[in-house]
């Protein structure tokens, strides 16, 4: 093993796009589908597919400027070559990305050993194990290779994406109420249901900004990585609004609002065996959500040692493998510690969190908190496009965003403002603002600007 080896150049377009598919998809749509219905109504499938919009937007920042820095510190290095004199900006959106995986993968961990759990009529104090097990074993596939890693997920994404065509089958195809497609929540205006429905299921389109971490082992990586991209988001949204179009067939969308499974409650309609099949599936969206994460944050940690940033020692890759081993063990290792502190600390002692009246499970404030992460980094990256174009407009650019104003890219200014008005709707809560804050303090805390070259 040493720093010397260079990570393996593996990955084709096929390969990337369903890694992108994977880790989109997750298991964020069997609880969301049933939070936007309680916003839309019937009409779901529009805020879905204002959502895919939105999502779209900020997929074509991506996707133009990873075909010009193919890198594997992505966020990091469009910020920074956008606001040259700002690399601790630059850094902080590369380690909110990075942070939004490592607690995607705890999160998504815990979610799969409560399916677990459940399936099989186990305690919940088992949870926390179950969870850690997983991260241990899926951190060991992340070593394995690159190759390894991608195959797993490929498997696992056509079995989750079976589960979402079943139940759009179900409703679509079989005798089901019929909704009326146009019909809102009868308590909200029409633009207020479908922008609050928007903002709830944005962040089951959430994993794309994950996919340029892989330019370093991908083919090509300038013209596959962007199109990977896109193709992932645009086959997801299709999947989506399909789902979105069963759903309300299957169920009233106040009943999908109360649900705990929407997804698995929905297809039982038609066909009862599809509850426990849909939870089983569960297990592989949650698996492969995990190892997604866990791939793409390694991926993004070498790549922060690459530019200088970090500790070099993250940047040290297997000669054998040619993994960054280093930034595997420290991804996984985080997982594990967020479960620890999130799941089994209050598990274990009984310690609550509380804000005045209000009581706080650490596992949600988890979760929020990558969501927000995330969402504030995507800001950066749409003005860094803006900026580039009037800063580099000669640069190579192996994609370019559609749809300019003279020099200036619409799509970007678009993203930036709807992403503003969903934080003015769905981050009112202090609690969150304050954890992100924290997260971003404990990066900066990493941070080696002085080091960087």
Not at 139 to 161: D, H, K, Q, R
């Amino acid at each position: 093993m040493g720093g010397e080896a260079e990570l393996k150049r593996a990955l084709g377009l096929g390969y990337a796009t369903l890694f992108g598919v994977g880790l989109i998809l997750g298991a964020g749509i069997y609880v969301l589908i049933g939070r936007a219905a309680g916003f839309a109504g019937d009409a779901v499938w529009a805020s879905v597919l204002f959502a895919s919009v939105i999502a779209l937007t900020t997929g074509l920042s991506y996707a133009e400027l990873s075909s010009m820095y193919p890198t594997a510190a992505s966020t990091h290095t469009y910020v920074e070559q956008a606001f040259p004199g700002r690399r601790a900006l630059a850094f902080t959106a590369a380690w909110l990305i990075f942070y939004e995986g490592v607690a995607g993968a705890a999160t998504a961990a815990v979610g799969f050993s409560r399916y677990f759990t459940q399936l099989l009529g186990l305690g919940e104090e088992l949870i926390p194990w179950v969870s850690l097990a997983l991260i241990a074993v899926l951190s060991v596939v992340n070593w394995a290779g690159i190759e390894e890693s991608a195959t797993l997920t490929v498997l696992f994404t056509f079995v989750e994406a079976a589960g979402l065509l079943l139940v759009a089958s179900l409703g679509l195809m079989m005798p089901a109420r019929s909704p009326n497609y146009l019909a809102f929540n009868p308590s909200l205006d029409p633009v207020t249901a479908m922008l609050l429905g928007a903002a709830v299921f944005y962040f089951a389109f959430t994993g794309f900004e994950l996919q340029p971490t892989l330019s370093e082992e991908t083919r090509e990586a300038r013209r596959t990585i962007p199109l990977a991209i896109l193709l992932a988001l645009m086959l997801t949204s299709a999947l989506y609004l399909l789902v979105a179009l069963a759903a309300v067939r299957l169920m009233p969308w106040q009943a999908l609002a109360e649900s705990r499974a929407p997804l698995a409650d929905a297809a039982a309609v038609a066909w009862p065996p599809a509850y426990h099949l849909l939870m089983g599936i569960a297990l592989f969206s949650t698996s492969n959500t995990v190892l997604g994460f866990l791939v793409s944050s390694s991926r993004l940690l070498y790549g922060l040692a690459e530019e200088g940033v970090v500790s070099s020692s993250f940047g040290r890759v297997d000669s054998r493998r040619r993994t960054p081993y280093v930034a595997v063990a420290a991804a996984g290792a985080l997982a594990a510690f967020t479960i620890l502190i999130s799941v089994y600390v209050p598990q274990l002692t009984g310690l609550e969190l509380r804000v005045g009246e209000v009581e706080y499970k650490l596992v949600d404030v988890v979760g929020k908190t990558s969501s927000l992460s995330c969402i504030l980094a995507f800001i950066a990256v749409n003005a860094a496009v803006i900026v580039l174009r009037l800063r580099a407009p000669e640069a190579p650019r192996a994609f370019r965003v559609p749809l300019s104003l003279g020099a200036i890219p619409l799509p970007p200014l678009l993203s930036i403002a709807l992403i503003l008005a969903f934080i003015s709707i769905s981050f009112l809560d202090p609690v969150v603002w304050l954890s992100t804050g924290v997260v971003a303090a404990l990066g900066l805390m990493l941070y080696r600007g002085g080091l960087h070259r």
